[in-house]
């Protein structure tokens, strides 16, 4: 099973292997609204610093986020990574699921897991976390995907 981890936690738990995005030490541009991943670049961002990243996050059967909590949301940097994953769409969008959502580029993506880690200011503002990544998953046209808190021993998560 080819996998492929997305990290931001600053102590990455564990894992088998595979190609690893560690949005904690690498620099992701923002999406600058150019188009060029639509019109001119089909399916290519006009920066080239996640070019490895989507190569192998299509080739992979699951993604893995270990990610944290900001505010009681998800991080600047992993918003700037949704963001940037617009290019596995396409520019039209279809109304079949009763919403308007993007249409799938490519016949599939991998399963998503999510592992995280942090405190909410309430379990309104928890559950609303967890919605918002199972609505972003969804949107990317994934099949499967786990949402879970990480669990690690309070001497695991120092930095």
Not at 91 to 99: D, I, L, N, V
Not at 113 to 130: P, T
Not at 137 to 155: D, G, K, M, T, W
């Amino acid at each position: 099973m080819k996998t492929v981890w997305i990290n931001e936690l600053p102590q990455a738990p564990a894992h088998d292997g595979g190609f690893v995005l560690d949005l904690m030490n690498q620099d992701i541009r923002n999406c600058t609204g150019c188009w060029s991943c639509w019109q001119k670049t089909p399916g290519r961002c006009a920066f080239h610093d996640l070019d490895p990243f989507y190569e192998a996050f299509l080739q992979a059967d699951r993604a893995v986020f270990t990610i944290g909590v900001s505010c009681d949301f998800v991080s600047g940097r992993l918003k700037t990574l949704f963001d940037r994953m617009i290019p596995h769409f396409l520019p039209y969008t279809a109304f079949h699921t009763g919403e308007s959502m993007h249409v799938a580029r490519y016949g599939r993506y991998p399963d998503v897991e999510v592992y995280y880690e942090g405190s909410f200011g309430s379990e309104d503002a928890r559950q609303l976390y967890e919605e918002y990544l199972n609505r972003v998953f969804y949107q990317f046209h994934v099949q499967n995907i786990s949402i879970q808190r990480l669990e690690r021993p309070e001497a695991d998560r120092e930095a």
